[in-house]
């Protein structure tokens, strides 16, 4: 069993690598849903704003390490059923509580330059961002929140510069490479 989390900034394609390796078999957690279940708890409408309060008041309670703290039955329970992707792991905390716990945890980088991630934010359907809203979450994301460890220190890295298609093939290059090396043949 191995648990994969997926680092990056926002719009660098995370959600889209994790759902790649969820249809070869991953099993699919994504620790924002607990963002997203505070807001709809409170009845807060979905937006930056209100999503980053949220966060920040979770951290604010439980720790930097808060999601995945209050995610780690899910992760348990998830990788009872074989290999597991973490969508969204943001805090160094976050990752050194979880690699205390987990044996075979590896990190997987999306990195995508600035320009094409604010492409493709302002056309999201669901929370849209402007170029200034994505940079001020980058800038929360790694001064409030130690998002950059992570991403530093990440195992492997995917570079999301391209179309779908070329993501797909890095991420199954990705996949057979880490099955390879779970067979002891890397």
């Known amino acids: 069993m191995v648990v994969i989390g997926i680092v990056g900034l926002c719009g660098a394609g995370k959600t889209s690598v994790a759902r790649i390796l969820e249809a070869a078999g991953f099993s699919y957690l994504r620790f924002g849903d607990a963002t997203m279940e505070e807001l709809k708890r409170r009845g807060l409408a979905v937006n930056e704003r209100n999503e980053r309060t949220i966060r920040e008041e979770i951290r604010a309670e439980h720790g930097m390490a808060a999601y995945a703290v209050l995610n780690y039955s899910k992760i348990r329970e998830l990788s009872k059923r074989g290999d597991v992707v973490i969508d969204g792991l943001y805090s160094w905390e976050e990752y050194l509580w979880l690699k205390k716990r987990m044996s075979r945890l590896l990190i997987l980088a999306v990195y995508t330059l600035p320009q094409k991630r604010a492409a493709r ?35 492997y890295t995917v570079l999301n510069n391209s179309t779908k298609g070329e993501l797909k093939s890095k991420v199954q290059d990705f996949i057979r490479t880490l099955r390879r090396g779970k067979n002891g043949k890397a």
């Open 121 to 155: 934010l302002s056309k999201r359907s669901e929370r849209p961002l402007t170029l200034e809203e994505m940079r001020r979450r980058d800038l929360a994301e790694i001064e409030n929140l130690n998002k950059a460890g992570p991403i530093a220190i990440a195992d």
